[in-house]
């Protein structure tokens, strides 16, 4: 485990104000980013409306290379403050960081009128800046982790409405099939059905004709509203759990977030946290 830049005071204050959002200087960064951020996709919308690229094109494009500039420098402080810049720089973030700025530079490199369809699709990449909101939202976060948490859960309840809508679909098909519904022709088709019906979606393309089935599409409809709470229960829990004991704090070695409280150690790389 090295330790080789955990002495430089620098790194340190430009951690705390880049990374953590739990002192004034972080907020203020935050904020300052945030705005960046909003100013630079609203630029990128204004400049696919064509009235506003013949108008103030000129200005937008200014707009565009100054927020790529800021973006570019933030990258790299990021990087320079982490101990472990790699592991950033392929982190999940750091991936989004790269994405917000590489477009713009590669745009210098495609000229020509051959090229102009690839430039459009580099420049709509800048569309990801706004992924780069989730720095700010502690919720967010947390929803992750809830998600995480429960996926074990949710697989298992996936796995039996899977189960669940098999076997009404070949119900419905024995049903239906039976009686000359041509919407039933299949099990599969009879599998659709219960999908759209068990979720309350009810698309109607598909209909039961049948007493016996509409009475089984009565209880499959009541059924879906039960279905529906439960993976909406299942996170619930995580998140009331796992928001009860999280902070900003983040990792200076790979950057990670969502620390408990009283963690002294990084619960992704392991590393000591800076505890203070």
Same mark, same amino acid.
């Not at 973030?93 to 590669?106: K, Q, S």
């Not at 967010?140 to 409405?161: C, D, H, P, Q």
């Given at each position: 485990?090295?330790?080789?830049?955990?002495?430089?005071?620098?790194?340190?204050?430009?951690?705390?104000?880049?990374?953590?959002?739990?002192?004034?200087?972080?907020?203020?960064?935050?904020?300052?980013?945030?705005?960046?951020?909003?100013?630079?996709?609203?630029?990128?919308?204004?400049?696919?409306?064509?009235?506003?690229?013949?108008?103030?094109?000129?200005?937008?494009?200014?707009?565009?290379?100054?927020?790529?500039?800021?973006?570019?420098?933030?990258?790299?402080?990021?990087?320079?403050?982490?101990?472990?810049?790699?592991?950033?720089?392929?982190?999940?973030?750091?991936?989004?960081?790269?994405?917000?700025?590489?477009?713009?530079?590669?745009?210098?490199?495609?000229?020509?009128?051959?090229?102009?369809?690839?430039?459009?699709?580099?420049?709509?990449?800048?569309?990801?800046?706004?992924?780069?909101?989730?720095?700010?939202?502690?919720?967010?976060?947390?929803?992750?982790?809830?998600?995480?948490?429960?996926?074990?859960?949710?697989?298992?309840?996936?796995?039996?409405?899977?189960?669940? !809508?098999?076997?009404?679909?070949?119900?419905?098909?024995?049903?239906?099939?039976?009686?000359?519904?041509?919407?039933?022709?299949?099990?599969?088709?009879?599998?659709?059905?219960?999908? !759209?019906?068990?979720?309350? !979606?009810?698309?109607?393309?598909?209909?039961?004709?049948?007493?016996?089935?509409?009475?089984?599409?009565?209880? !499959?409809?009541?059924?879906?509203?039960?279905?529906?709470?439960?993976?909406?229960?299942?996170?619930?829990?995580?998140?009331?759990?796992?928001?009860?004991?999280?902070?900003?704090?983040?990792?200076?070695?790979?950057?990670?977030?969502?620390?408990?409280?009283?963690?002294?150690?990084?619960?992704?790389?392991?590393?000591?946290?800076?505890?203070?």
């Amino acid at each position: 485990m090295s330790n080789q830049n955990t002495g430089n005071p620098l790194k340190e204050k430009i951690h705390e104000i880049i990374f953590e959002a739990d002192t004034p200087p972080g907020k203020a960064f935050d904020i300052a980013l945030l705005v960046a951020i909003v100013a630079s996709v609203l630029a990128v919308i204004l400049e696919s409306v064509s009235e506003y690229q013949a108008k103030i094109g000129g200005v937008l494009y200014v707009l565009e290379w100054i927020f790529t500039i800021f973006f570019t420098i933030e990258y790299l402080l990021r990087l320079y403050c982490v101990y472990k810049p790699l592991k950033y720089a392929t982190s999940f973030f750091g991936i989004i960081d790269l994405l917000a700025i590489l477009p713009t530079y590669l745009s210098l490199f495609f000229l020509g009128a051959q090229t102009l369809l690839v430039i459009r699709i580099l420049r709509l990449m800048r569309i990801f800046r706004i992924f780069k909101l989730g720095h700010f939202l502690i919720e967010g976060a947390v929803i992750i982790r809830s998600l995480r948490a429960s996926r074990a859960k949710i697989t298992v309840f996936l796995l039996f409405i899977l189960l669940m !809508v098999t076997i009404i679909g070949s119900v419905m098909y024995l049903v239906e099939g039976a009686q000359g519904n041509e919407g039933f022709s299949s099990i599969p088709r009879g599998i659709y059905w219960a999908i !759209v019906t068990l979720t309350t !979606v009810g698309y109607g393309d598909i209909t039961p004709i049948t007493e016996l089935g509409q009475l089984l599409s009565a209880m !499959v409809m009541i059924l879906g509203y039960a279905v529906l709470a439960v993976p909406t229960g299942i996170v619930s829990a995580e998140m009331i759990r796992t928001s009860r004991k999280n902070n900003t704090q983040s990792c200076r070695y790979c950057g990670q977030e969502g620390h408990d409280d009283d963690a002294v150690f990084c619960k992704h790389c392991g590393e000591k946290l800076n505890t203070k």
